[in-house]
């Protein structure tokens, strides 16, 4: 009762401007105003248009295309332990003044400089054997006074171009403050994104997905 009492003004003024209009054009307004509450009643008795049967958790993905955003702009700037926003960037700018420029860092055989990785819109790394091999390379680049590190923050291929660029860079600056805040000279380290373009899998499983959200190392030795 209450569905048809919302639509009666509806109805009404569908009947109104019906004198203006042709009977085809009129019987169609009509009969979407039929179905408008025709859907209002069902949705009385608990049935839902919008909603299906999941067959599997792997059908649970949400919506997907280029416009979807899983997380609101403001989430990524959450504060963190890690936080990048106090650390000042390099001095020195890559390829001028005895800096390597970009295309100059390699990628390394060693397993120390292996990616690490993150879990679905998450910036900071997780897992507890990529966070100590974090320490490590720590400790190994202050060893190492002469090497230039370049981090490369990538992402699924998963919502918007610009969303992933931003979220690739949150996860380069989140292993860069790390390394310095483990004494690593910040003069020495890079950090770029490259958001979804560079995928190290080409399929659209979650397994592709968990292995392209991660930040990749390069590096150089004078």
Not at 51 to 79: H, T
């Amino acid at each position: 009762m209450t569905v048809f009492v919302r639509c009666l003004p509806l109805i009404a003024c569908l009947f109104m401007t019906g004198c203006m209009r042709n009977s085809s054009e009129t019987w169609e307004d009509l009969k979407t105003a039929g179905r408008y509450m025709g859907r209002g009643v069902d949705a009385l008795w608990g049935k839902d248009y919008e909603s299906k049967m999941l067959a599997s958790n792997d059908e649970f993905v949400g919506p997907y295309d280029d416009d979807f955003i899983p997380l609101r702009d403001s989430d990524l700037k959450g504060a963190s332990v890690y936080s990048d926003a106090a650390l000042p960037q390099p001095r020195g700018v890559p390829g001028q003044k005895g800096v390597p420029s970009l295309t100059e860092f390699m990628i390394s055989s060693d397993s120390l400089f292996s990616s690490v990785h993150f879990e679905t819109d998450e910036h900071v790394v997780k897992d507890k054997q990529e966070v100590q091999r974090l320490m490590t390379l720590a400790e190994y680049l202050k060893k190492h006074p002469n090497m230039y590190l370049l981090i490369e923050g990538h992402t699924d291929e998963r919502a918007s171009a610009s969303y992933n660029m931003s979220l690739g860079m949150r996860r380069s600056n989140y292993v860069r403050t790390f390394l310095v805040k483990h004494g690593v000279d910040l003069n020495r380290i890079y950090t770029i994104s490259k958001g979804k373009e560079s995928p190290l899998a080409l399929g659209h499983s979650s397994s592709d997905w968990k292995m392209n959200r991660r930040s990749e190392f390069k590096i150089y030795q004078k």
